[in-house]
């Protein structure tokens, strides 16, 4: 249990890596790395598909990482109605590794350029729900 | 190696708001495919059913399909890989007829998406991705192939207009289809002033969830060439995967796994892409259909929109391209999909597509993705002299 509490709604609540909620809470967000091969995932995973090691630990994604591409959603899913609109994006960092997300409303649309600079960041939902999102550096 | 043949297709009407249970609208796609092949149930050997489940209640369609087709005792299973579902059941039929199980196996393919409203219909089709990471943000199918749309044009320089440009051929050949759910012209200024639906994705940009019903009667070479006076072959078959997960992609200009099945189904059928003279291609949007003219080889990465801009996908250019009307227009009831793609290469390969015949075509293409390009299937056909 605990996952439930991440993002605005959420289909899964028991999960290995449901910790990656509590470092959201203390104000990481984190990544996975693989203690034997050294292969470094986000989203977080118990087990390592290069080797199937399951000895993981825990890194913090840090950044800033730049942004690949992005859309602004004028219609949503059910559930995320009053959120609408909102813009979802995918950012990548020097290691390699890619974060999906939602890019911060403090960002207006006309400022959105691929290639920039962009960090994660958690943040708190209503209703005790936690989540992280992209903001300028 | 015997070859495997298709002797038989059919297709119910692509429509909103079918007025019949699943039962019902599946036996038109299979009964129309019966009478193209003029064999009995008794005749076909195995069924695959192929769909993606979460649209029905009833469970385990398979058993009730079989039942209500005259298909028991014959083995029946059911076979998913979302929008590429069909063309998955293509494969395993193609493989259990070359192992020598069967001789004449049935393909499937059915969605009634008007089970469930429009908003629950994207909450579904978003829980295709990684449901875990990436539902929790309010996920879309559109959402998606946006941000494909968004990388392809930063990379490349392509368009919206060359985006729309891709509607307005996709609805200038629904309109001859009478199989068609949108029938109607669209101009490239209508398609341009349509509401974004998530950017630069806009309404026009997007096909319609349809219901319907499709089905392949497939065969080995003796029996295909007893029953059928055109059979039509299955000369190569590629199948690639790819991570579901965003975070997980190498490129957002193009689909990995199009790419690997196609190098797959050229390989095999011994052909190139400048040897197909027809093609279907998943254009769930107009972005797909654009990474597909590249994906394919049909231009190099980044001219895709020179094909769509010189009009060489349309009948009489270099390679045309879902003159059917692709899912744009015909619409897209994601497990009859495959099929219906699969049957108008057949019809174009025995001469019978009517008003949207490309005249003279030895060899066509249907290039079927599941998810936002999970899964990708590439299948060449190929006819008799």
């Keep these: 249990m605990g996952f439930e509490r991440f993002g605005t709604v959420s289909f899964v609540s028991q999960t290995k890596v449901a910790k990656f909620v509590d470092f959201l809470d203390e104000g990481s967000v984190m990544g996975t790395k693989c203690k034997s091969c050294?292969?470094?995932?986000?989203?977080?995973?118990?087990?390592?598909?290069?080797?199937?090691?399951?000895?993981?630990?825990?890194?913090?994604?840090?950044?800033?990482?730049?942004?690949?591409?992005?859309?602004?959603?004028?219609?949503?899913?059910?559930?995320?109605?009053?959120?609408?609109?909102?813009r979802i994006c995918v950012v990548e960092y020097a290691d390699g590794v890619k974060v999906f997300g939602r890019i911060s409303s403090q960002i207006p649309d006309k400022e959105l350029a691929i290639g920039m600079d962009l960090v994660a960041v958690p943040v708190k939902l209503s209703g005790d729900k936690v989540s992280y999102e992209f903001r300028r550096p | 190696m015997q070859k495997?043949?298709?002797?038989?297709?059919?297709?119910?009407?692509?429509?909103?708001?079918?007025?019949?249970?699943?039962?019902?609208?599946?036996?038109?796609?299979?009964?129309?495919?019966?009478?193209?092949?003029?064999?009995?149930?008794?005749?076909?050997?195995?069924?695959?059913?192929?769909s993606a489940p979460e649209y029905d209640k009833q469970r385990t369609p398979a058993g009730l399909m079989a039942e209500y087709l005259g298909l028991n005792p014959q083995p029946t299973f059911y076979i998913e890989s979302v929008c590429s579902s069909s063309s998955m059941g293509l494969r395993v039929a193609y493989s259990m007829i070359q192992a020598g199980l069967h001789d004449v196996v049935?393909?499937?393919?059915?969605?009634?998406?008007?089970?469930?409203?429009?908003?629950?219909?994207?909450?579904?089709?978003?829980?295709?991705?990684?449901?875990?990471?990436?539902?929790p943000f309010g996920t879309m199918m559109p959402a998606y192939y946006a941000m494909h749309a968004r990388a392809h044009m930063n990379t490349y320089g392509t368009t919206e207009e060359d985006l729309?440009?891709?509607?307005?051929?996709?609805?200038?050949?629904?309109?001859?289809?009478?199989?068609?759910?949108?029938?109607?012209?669209?101009?490239?200024?209508?398609?341009?002033?349509?509401?974004?639906?998530?950017?630069?994705l806009k309404v026009f940009d997007c096909c319609a969830n349809a219901d319907g019903s499709s089905c392949i009667i497939v065969a080995s070479e003796e029996m295909a060439r007893k029953l059928s006076p055109k059979p039509v072959w299955i000369l190569g078959l590629g199948a690639a995967s790819a991570p579901i997960n965003m975070a997980?992609?190498?490129?957002f200009s193009g689909l990995t796994c199009a790419r690997e099945a196609a190098k797959q189904a050229y390989a095999m059928a011994g052909v190139g892409p400048e040897d197909i003279d027809v093609a279907e291609v998943h254009d769930c949007f107009t972005i797909a259909e654009m990474m597909a003219y590249e994906d394919l080889g049909f231009a190099e990465p980044g001219k895709g929109k020179e094909l769509i801009r010189n009009k060489e996908t349309y009948i009489g250019g270099k390679i045309p391209v879902n003159v059917d009307g692709g899912l744009l227009s015909k619409g897209h009831p994601i497990g009859a999909t495959g099929g219906s793609?699969?049957?108008?290469?057949?019809?174009?390969?025995?001469?019978?597509?009517?008003?949207?015949?490309?005249d003279g075509a030895k060899i066509g293409l249907v290039h079927n993705i599941g998810g936002v390009g999970i899964y990708g299937n590439v299948t060449i056909f190929g006819r008799d002299e």
């Design chain 1, 38 to 86: 050294g292969a470094k995932y986000f989203p977080p995973r118990s087990d390592c598909a290069q080797c199937l090691s399951s000895d993981m630990e825990w890194f913090e994604i840090t950044g800033p990482g730049k942004l690949v591409t992005y859309s602004k959603l004028m219609y949503a899913p059910s559930g995320f109605e009053k959120d609408l609109p909102y």
């Design chain 2, 4 to 50: 495997v043949g298709i002797i038989g297709v059919g297709q119910s009407a692509f429509v909103r708001g079918y007025e019949g249970s699943i039962r019902e609208l599946v036996f038109e796609g299979f009964s129309e495919a019966m009478r193209d092949a003029q064999i009995k149930p008794e005749d076909i050997q195995a069924s695959i059913i192929c």
């Design chain 2, 106 to 135: 049935a393909v499937i393919g059915f969605q009634k998406m008007s089970e469930i409203s429009s908003a629950e219909s994207q909450e579904r089709m978003g829980r295709g991705a990684d449901i875990m990471w990436e539902s």
């Design chain 2, 164 to 200: 729309a440009l891709i509607r307005v051929k996709a609805a200038s050949y629904g309109q001859i289809n009478e199989k068609a759910v949108y029938r109607k012209g669209v101009t490239l200024e209508k398609a341009l002033e349509s509401d974004p639906v998530s950017t630069p």
């Design chain 2, 248 to 251: 997980g992609r190498t490129t």
């Design chain 2, 341 to 358: 793609q699969i049957r108008t290469i057949t019809l174009q390969l025995r001469s019978e597509a009517g008003p949207m015949q490309v």
